[in-house]
Each structure stands twice: as structure tokens, then as C-alpha cells.
């Protein structure tokens, strides 16, 4: 299978030279998983044209410092092209900004959150178990860095995964072809802490150390990317 990357944005400046775009940290993920697929990366943050979902196998749009609410020549055409693949029944995946996206596109309402930064490894709690999640506990620990939220989810969504800080962590569309989720399983610890530590002055230092104890705990990103890639596959 040959999964199209659909990258909304940039690792940031001071960070670039060591972690390297967010696309690669999608194949790296994938690999770690075993999941054999093929990858081409589209930059669409940079202008570059979408494909006709009807073309392809799957896609993946990734993170992003853009805002859904932003002026951006780029979000028109993704929204687009967003509504074409889930019409289409094209294989879709969200992830963070993605997950935000794929929302507003489809009728949901998105906005940066009252609650502030979320940074660190936050605790979902696992709402619904389609066959792809069916995963072996009650909850997953992930990655996040966000400040915007899915605050109402479009209709045909259902929750997958919720916390008290994000209810709307994890979405499965009616179609079942589109699922996203606000958290990140493709960033390694390494990266966590350093975009963590990236924030002081913008985050309060105390939530920028809380979410530093935080990767204390162990992380359940490879069995949220192995269900990612059971998803794509079935």
C-alpha cells in the first residue's frame, strides 16, 4: 500500500537540524511497526498541488503551527480535498492539526482551547474498540502539543478516544475511512522534550515541568501506530 503524507507544516527552526520534517517521522513510525508500506510526501503548507483522492490508496495529514481558523491560501484546497476523500471513501488519517482539520472540513468546530497548552504525555481513555483498536487496556498514553481543540465533533463522528482535557482526542467517521486523533504517537520522547522545553515563554514553566515528569510514563504510541496501521490496511 502506498501512503501519501500530506505535510501542513515544519518542525520547528530551532529543532529542525535534529529531528528532521514531520513526514519522516511518519515513515520512521510506520517502519518501527513493520507495516511495509510505500510513501511519497506532498508539502502542501508550501503551496504544492493535492492529488485526486480517487488516486490513491491512503493519506495521512500531519501536524502543523497553522490554525484552522488561519488566512492561508493552502486550507481551502485541503479542506477540499478532505471533503472529496471522505465522500470518496478514500483511506484518511489525521494526526493533530490533521485531526483538526479533517473536523472543521466536515462540519465540525474547532478553535484554540480555553485550557491552554497541552504538552507533554497525556491519558486517553479508549471510548470505542472497532476492530482495528481493539487494544489491551482501558486507556493509551501519547504524545501532545497543542493549544487548539476539536471543541464539537462533526455529526457523523463518533469518540474514540476522550480525556478531561480533550474530549474529542480521537474521532471514527460513519464512513469508516476517516479516523484522526489530537494526539501525536509518531514523536519520539527525545522530540517531546525538546518541543516541551521549546514552549517556556509561551507555556507557564510549571506546565512546561509537569509535562516534562510526564514522559516518565511509559508511552503506548507503538500500539497506537500499529492500530493506525491496522486501519489502513483493512
Same mark, same amino acid.
Given at each position: ?16 537540524? @535534529? ?7 511518519? *515513515? ?54 478532505? #471533503? ?25 468546530? *474547532? ?47 463518533? *469518540?474514540?478516544? %476522550? ?35 521549546? #514552549? ?11 509535562? *516534562? ?12 501506530? #500499529? %492500530?493506525?496501521? @491496522?486501519?489502513?490496511?483493512?
Amino acid at each position: 500500500m502506498k501512503l501519501t503524507l500530506i505535510q501542513t507544516g515544519d518542525v520547528p527552526e530551532p529543532l529542525a537540524d @535534529r529531528f528532521g520534517p514531520y513526514a519522516e517521522m511518519f *515513515v520512521k513510525m510506520f517502519e518501527r511497526d513493520g507495516a511495509g508500506l510505500s510513501y511519497e510526501t506532498i508539502r502542501a503548507h508550501e503551496g504544492e498541488p493535492l492529488p485526486d483522492p480517487s488516486r490513491l490508496q491512503a493519506a495521512l495529514i500531519t501536524g502543523s503551527a497553522a490554525g484552522v481558523y488561519d488566512r492561508l491560501d493552502w486550507l481551502d484546497p485541503l479542506r477540499d480535498f478532505i #471533503r472529496k476523500a471522505h465522500g470518496m471513501r478514500t483511506k484518511l488519517v489525521g494526526i493533530c492539526f490533521g485531526h483538526q482539520v479533517i473536523a472543521d472540513a466536515l462540519g465540525g468546530e *474547532v478553535r484554540k482551547s480555553e485550557k491552554g497548552w497541552g504538552l507533554g504525555r497525556h491519558t486517553y481513555q479508549i471510548c470505542k474498540r472497532p476492530g482495528f483498536f481493539d487494544l489491551p487496556r482501558a486507556s493509551v498514553s501519547v504524545a501532545c502539543s497543542h493549544q487548539d481543540q476539536v471543541i464539537t465533533a462533526p455529526q457523523d463522528a463518533k *469518540v474514540l478516544l %476522550a480525556s478531561e482535557f480533550t474530549p474529542n482526542a480521537g474521532l471514527l467517521y460513519a464512513n469508516g475511512t476517516t479516523l484522526s486523533l489530537q494526539p501525536h504517537p509518531e514523536f519520539d520522547d527525545t522530540y517531546t522534550l525538546a518541543l516541551a522545553e521549546l #514552549r517556556r515563554g509561551q507555556a507557564d514553566d510549571e506546565l512546561v515541568d509537569k509535562a *516534562v515528569q510526564s514522559l516518565q510514563k511509559p508511552s503506548d504510541s507503538p500500539l497506537v501506530a #500499529r %492500530a493506525i496501521s @491496522r486501519f489502513l490496511r483493512q
